[in-house]
C-alpha cells in the first residue's frame, strides 16, 4: 500500500476530468464516484437529483454563516439551512464514509477540501486551454459553437464559487491541489497515467 487511498479531482468544465477519473479507477480496480454522489445525497434529503443539480454548484453564503445561524435555532438547526447546505453537508458525511472503508476516486463535490485531514488523500486539478476545452463541448457535450465559451465560464464560476464558499482554500489556485495537469496539452491517457504512478508509489 503506497502514501494514497483517495483520489479526489476538482477540474475545469469540458477539461475531461471526469473521463481521467474514470480511467484511473479503471485501471486501479478501485470504485468511480461522481454524480453518483449527488443521487445518495438526493435519497437521503428525500428528493429527486435533477431537482438539486443545480443547487449543487450554487452558493448563496458561506457555510460558515450558516453554520452560525443554526446555532441560534432551537429544534433541528439543519432544516433551517438553505438547501445547497443542507446539500453540502450531506454529501460531505457520504464522502466522508465512503473513504473510511475503501480507495476510490471522486470528481468534484469539493472531496478533496473535505477530506483536508486526511494525508492519504491526493488532491488532483485539471485544467485545459479554453480552445480544447471548446472542442470538447462542442463534440462531447453537444453545445452550440457560439455558446461554448460562455457555458465553459459559467460552468468554472459556478464551481469556483461553491468550493470557495466552503473553503478556506480557492478552487482555481494551484496550490491548493498535490498536482495539476493540463489535460489540453497531455491528453487524458497520459494524465491518467500520471496519477496512478503518484498514487501507486
Known sequence: MGKYRVIAIERQYASGGKE?????????GIPFYNREILEMAAKK???????????????????????????????????VLPLQDRLFITES???????????????????????????????????????SRIERAVNEYMCAPED????????????SSFYDSHSLKKWSDMNTYDVCLNSGALGSRVCARTIIDIFSK
Open 45 to 79: 434529503l428525500g428528493v429527486r437529483p435533477e431537482n438539486i443539480e443545480h443547487a449543487e454548484e450554487s452558493a448563496a453564503k458561506s457555510l460558515l454563516s450558516s453554520f452560525a445561524m443554526m446555532s441560534r435555532i432551537d429544534g433541528d438547526p439543519e432544516k
Open 148 to 159: 461554448a465559451e460562455r457555458i465553459l465560464k459559467q460552468h468554472d464560476r459556478r464551481r
Open 93 to 131: 458525511k457520504i464522502i466522508t464514509d465512503l473513504t473510511r472503508t475503501q480507495s476510490c476516486v471522486i470528481v468534484g463535490r469539493g472531496a478533496g477540501d473535505i477530506l483536508r485531514e486526511d494525508e492519504s488523500c491526493l488532491r488532483v486539478f485539471i485544467y485545459a486551454d479554453v480552445y
Open 20 to 28: 481521467i477519473g474514470k480511467l484511473v479507477a479503471e485501471k486501479l
